[in-house]
């Protein structure tokens, strides 16, 4: 059996947060492990070694996803970052 990717939503749209969560969770593969409307939320959760990618919406209500990305970077390296715009 493979790995299971672990998956942090960063979104601030709710129908499209949801909407990519559940596509994602349809994948036995990946596990959604996160789904947060705003940067100041996803620096709460989104810890070391706690998800394997982050999605994040480049324009969110409190915050800029491409900043956050660097950010969650800086801590993780490992953190693979997707842009979504």
């Known amino acids: 059996m493979a790995d299971v990717v672990r998956v942090a939503i960063v979104e601030d749209e709710a129908v499209l947060r ?7 969770s349809q994948i036995d593969e990946i596990e959604v492990v996160h789904q947060v409307p ?10 070391p070694g706690s998800v394997d990618i982050a999605l994040l919406d480049v324009n969110l209500g409190d915050g800029n996803g ?9 801590i993780d390296p490992n953190l693979a970052i997707m842009l979504l715009s």
Do not use: P, S, W
């Open 18 to 24: 949801g909407m990519l969560a559940d596509t994602l």
């Open 38 to 47: 705003g940067a100041t939320e996803a620096k709460l959760v989104i810890t």
């Open 66 to 74: 491409v900043a956050l990305g660097v950010q969650l970077q800086r």
